[in-house]
C-alpha cells in the first residue's frame, strides 16, 4: 500500500514553497498583486484560476519559485482542490499560503497514491509533503487516506491473485491486529449454514472456495452495527456467461468487500462506540458441471426459497444469507456494499452509489454525511409496487425479473426480504471503479461512498462530524 505516514506533517515555520489557491472569481485580484515576472509566467502558462490549473510563479532567485493552484472555490476548499499539485508538483516541502489546507488534505494525500505492484519499473518521483498548521488532524487525514487506498489496492489486484482465501487472510490480518474476533465458515457447515453463498460457489476449484468471513469487535454494551460487503472475487455470469466485454473487470465484483473491510478498518482504529459485525461472503461465480442453474430453486439461510432465473445476478445471493446471518445477532443498524447491478450505473453513472434505505431518517443522515465530507451519492426508492417483478410460480421468490426494467430497485427490493422490519437498513450499490482519471483519482478501482458512510456513523454514534474533526 502508498505510505502516507510522512506526507503531512505539523507546519513549525520549516523551509516550505508557498501553494496561492485561486479562484476564477478572484483571479484579477490575485493577479493584480503579484510582481510583473508573476503575472509574465501565469500568462505564459495560460494560467487563469481555472479548477486544477497549476502554475509555477518564479522567485527572486532561479530556485526561488512558489506555485499557484487553480479551484473550484475560496469560499469552501473541495477534498480534491490539491491533488492536482500533488500528483505534478517536484518533490519537496509545501505549504499552503494564508490557510489551513482543510479537507484538501485528503486530495494532497491521495493524489499520490500509486498501484504499482505489477510494474518491472515502477515511476520514480519523490514525496511532496505538506505542512498544516491543525496537527491535531493528521493521523485522521491519512486514516481516510489508507481505508481509501485499501479499497483502491484490494480492487485493482487481478482476480489470479485475489480469491476468497486472500479476502479471508485480509479479514484476518485485521483481526489479528485489533485483536478481534474472527471466523470463516467453509465446507459442510457452509452447505448448511448458508446455502446460498455455497450454491453461488460452488463452480470454483478447492482452492477458490466459498466462505462466509465474520468480525466481531467492540464493547458488547454498545450499539450492535453490522458491516456487509459482496465479496464475488470474480464473476464469469456462471452458466448465464457474460460476454467477454461484460467479464473484462468482474475482478472488482469484490468492491463491496473491500468497502466493508475498510469502513471496518476505520470503525476500529478511530474506536467508534459500536459492537461491530463484519461480514463478507466470498466467492466466484465460475464456470463447470457442479454451477448453479437457471431453474434451480435454493433454499436461503432464512428459509425462504429462491428460484434461479439468472446466474449473474448471484451478488444479492450471497448477500442475502450474511444478511439474515447478520440480523440473527439483532443488530440496530445494517450497512451493506456490493457492486450489484448494472442497472445503477445506467441510471446514475460511475460517479453515483445508488443508496437504498429502508428509513427515511436514515437516508437523511447518509445524504447530509455525503454532501459533508463531497462524497456524492444519490437516493432510489424500494418501489414496494416492483416486487411483483420478483414473484415466482414455483418459489416464495425469484433473484431476478423478467422484465428489462428498474433493475437496481428490484434487487434491493430482494435483499429487503431478508432485512427485519424494525432494524435500520442501508444498501449501497456502488461502481468502486473510475473509468477516466481525475485529480487524486486514478482509472482502476476507487472507494465510492465509504467516506460518506463513515461520516454518517460519527454523526450517529460519536455525536460529532469526523470531517469537522480530521479536516
Not at 469560499?75 to 492536482?84: F, G, I, T
Request: some cysteine.
Amino acid at each position: 500500500m502508498t505510505s502516507f505516514a510522512t506526507l503531512l506533517q505539523p507546519d513549525r515555520g520549516q523551509p516550505a514553497r508557498s501553494i496561492d489557491l485561486v479562484d476564477k472569481k478572484g483571479f484579477e485580484a490575485w493577479l493584480k498583486h503579484q510582481p510583473e515576472r508573476r503575472r509574465q509566467a501565469a500568462a505564459a502558462q495560460g494560467f487563469k484560476g481555472e479548477p486544477a490549473q497549476l502554475a509555477i510563479l518564479p522567485g527572486e532567485r532561479g530556485d526561488d519559485w512558489a506555485a499557484a493552484v487553480g479551484i473550484a472555490t475560496l469560499d469552501a476548499l473541495s477534498p480534491w482542490c490539491l491533488a492536482k499539485a500533488a500528483e505534478a508538483l517536484p518533490e519537496g516541502v509545501y505549504r499552503v499560503a494564508g490557510r489551513s489546507p482543510g479537507p484538501a488534505m485528503l486530495g494532497w494525500l491521495l493524489g499520490q497514491y500509486r498501484f504499482e505492484r505489477y510494474k518491472q519499473e515502477p515511476s520514480v518521483s519523490g514525496a511532496r509533503v505538506l505542512l498544516t498548521d491543525e496537527p491535531a488532524r493528521i493521523d485522521d487525514a491519512i486514516m481516510i487516506a489508507e481505508a481509501t487506498a485499501l479499497v483502491r489496492d484490494l480492487v485493482n489486484i487481478p482476480a489470479n491473485d485475489l480469491g476468497p482465501a486472500e479476502l479471508e487472510a485480509a479479514v484476518a490480518d485485521l483481526a489479528r491486529e485489533c485483536s478481534a474476533a474472527f471466523s470463516s465458515t467453509t465446507g459442510a457447515k457452509l452447505e448448511a449454514g448458508y446455502p446460498l453463498v455455497a450454491a453461488v460457489g460452488r463452480a470454483a476449484t478447492a482452492e477458490r472456495a466459498p466462505r462466509l468471513i465474520e468480525l466481531e469487535w467492540g464493547d458488547t454494551r454498545h450499539p450492535r452495527v453490522a458491516v456487509i460487503g459482496k465479496g464475488v472475487c470474480f464473476d464469469s455470469g456462471g452458466l448465464d456467461i457474460k460476454p467477454s466485454s461484460g467479464m473484462r473487470l468482474m475482478k472488482k465484483d469484490m468492491g463491496g468487500a473491500a468497502h466493508a473491510l475498510a469502513l471496518a478498518s476505520l470503525i476500529i482504529r478511530s474506536r467508534l462506540p459500536v459492537r461491530l459485525h463484519l461480514l463478507i461472503p466470498a466467492v466466484e461465480n465460475a464456470v463447470s458441471a457442479a454451477a448453479f442453474r437457471p431453474g434451480d430453486i435454493l433454499k436461503s439461510r432464512k428459509g425462504l426459497t429462491v428460484e434461479i432465473g439468472n446466474t449473474d445476478a448471484e451478488g444479492r445471493l450471497v448477500l442475502a444469507d450474511a444478511l439474515a446471518r447478520a440480523a440473527e445477532a439483532g443488530p440496530e443498524l445494517i450497512v451493506d456494499f456490493a457492486t450489484l447491478t448494472g442497472a445503477a450505473r445506467v441510471a446514475l453513472g460511475p460517479d453515483l452509489p445508488a443508496l437504498f434505505a429502508n428509513q427515511d431518517a436514515l437516508a437523511g443522515e447518509i445524504a447530509a454525511a455525503a454532501e459533508k465530507v463531497g462524497d456524492p451519492l444519490w437516493r432510489l426508492p424500494l418501489w414496494e409496487p416492483y416486487r411483483e417483478m420478483l414473484s415466482s410460480d414455483v418459489a416464495d421468490i425469484a433473484n431476478a425479473s423478467d422484465a428489462p426494467m428498474a433493475g437496481s430497485v428490484t434487487a434491493a427490493l430482494f435483499l429487503q426480504k431478508f432485512v427485519p422490519e424494525e432494524c435500520a437498513w442501508a444498501h449501497l450499490d456502488t461502481f468502486a471503479w473510475r473509468a477516466a482519471a481525475k485529480p487524486g483519482r486514478p482509472k482502476g478501482g476507487d472507494a465510492l461512498g465509504l467516506r460518506a458512510i463513515w461520516e454518517m456513523l460519527n454523526q450517529r454514534y460519536r455525536g460529532e462530524s469526523f470531517a469537522s474533526k480530521s479536516q
